[in-house]
């Protein structure tokens, strides 16, 4: 069975850093499609980033995230970490990661099979 657990969530002033980890259990990270996702308070669940599998494929981000969060993969922890740096109030969410078979970084939460608990993240203005 394949689990997913997130960890480094917490509270953190606007332009702070944050660094959370996907920890994958039952399935090698390096065979296991990874996206972010994040839920902020009252809103619908919104894609944060992907890393695939896949040698030589980039990490795919959603505009709002872009050049302040970076996602990298750790293979000898089987771990996928996001780095969010420069962050912002509207950054204040449910982070949670998710896990699925294939090379495609898909934007769409329906495409991902396994998902971790989520933690959460406050950004205070």
């Known amino acids: 069975q394949v689990q997913l657990v997130e960890s480094g969530g917490g509270l953190v002033q606007t332009g702070g850093s944050l660094r959370l980890s996907c920890a994958i259990v039952g399935r090698t990270v390096g065979t296991t499609t990874v996206g972010w996702f994040r839920q902020p308070p009252g809103k619908e669940r919104e894609f944060v980033g992907a890393i695939s599998w896949a040698g030589g494929s980039s990490p795919l981000y959603a505009d709002p995230v872009k050049g302040r969060f970076t996602i990298s993969r750790d293979n000898a922890k089987n771990t996928v970490n996001l780095q969010m740096n420069s962050l912002k109030h509207d950054d204040t969410a449910v982070y949670s990661c998710?896990?699925?078979?294939?090379?495609?970084?898909?934007?769409?939460?329906?495409?991902?099979?396994?998902w971790g608990q989520g933690t959460q993240v406050t950004v205070s203005s």
């Open positions: 998710a896990g699925k078979l294939g090379t495609a970084r898909s934007t769409y939460t329906r495409d991902y099979d396994y």
